[in-house]
């Protein structure tokens, strides 16, 4: 998944982008292809900031280790 800004143009009676370059050489977007696209207003922010990121109730290595401890007792 791939973030960046555009400008939208006139495109007859709708609005359009361009996509960068990168982001298709990325992406592997080929002429024709369906894909999504999410739209937000004027925003500064960071995808996670806006989406938010996953607390856990507990620190990623001590879930890691209490996996870790039910495969040693089979």
Do not use: C, R
């Amino acid at each position: 998944m791939e973030q960046f800004e555009a400008v939208l143009k006139k495109w007859g009676n709708s609005l359009g982008i361009t996509i960068p370059s990168e982001v298709i050489k990325e992406e592997k977007i080929k002429p024709n292809e369906k894909i999504n696209v999410l739209v937000f207003k004027d925003s500064k922010k960071e995808f996670n900031e806006i989406f938010g990121t996953l607390k856990l109730k507990m620190p990623t290595q001590k879930a890691m280790e209490e996996i870790d401890e039910g495969y040693d007792e089979h």
